[in-house]
């Protein structure tokens, strides 16, 4: 079994930052990728960021490609989410999810195991 905790979410103005972590413990392997997805009141849950096992393949959802980074250190287990120049419509609960295999994926039905969530919300 694998255990992911996110941290790092919180109320922050528009226009501010904010950095998310997410620790995976158990029963992970040595190569799993991660992402990232966020699911607002009354919509469904979407694609944000995601990176290989060993950092060198990233991808992001189209809207938040130049304000987000996402980044890992395997030594922490230990994935993050730089987010920058937040926007209202990036008010969420963001997920962090972790998966084993050849690819990264950005389906969510990829990801067989899930932290609980941290919300996220901008005011503006």
């Known amino acids: 079994q694998v255990q992911l905790v996110e941290s790092g979410g919180g109320l922050v103005q528009a226009g501010g930052s904010l950095r998310l972590s997410c620790a995976a413990s158990g029963r992970t392997s040595s190569t799993y990728h991660m992402g990232w997805f966020r699911q607002a009141p009354g919509k469904e849950r979407e694609f944000v960021a995601a990176i290989s096992w060993n950092g060198g393949s990233t991808h992001y959802a189209d809207s938040v490609k130049g304000r987000f980074t996402i980044s890992r250190d395997n030594a922490k287990n230990t994935v993050y989410l730089q987010m920058e120049s937040l926007k209202s419509e990036d008010t969420a609960v963001y997920y962090c999810?972790?998966?084993?295999?050849?690819?990264?994926?950005?389906?969510?039905?990829?990801?067989?195991?899930w932290g609980q969530g941290t919300q996220v919300t901008v005011s503006s």
């Open positions: 999810a972790i998966r084993s295999g050849l690819w990264m994926s950005l389906r969510s039905y990829d990801y067989p195991y």
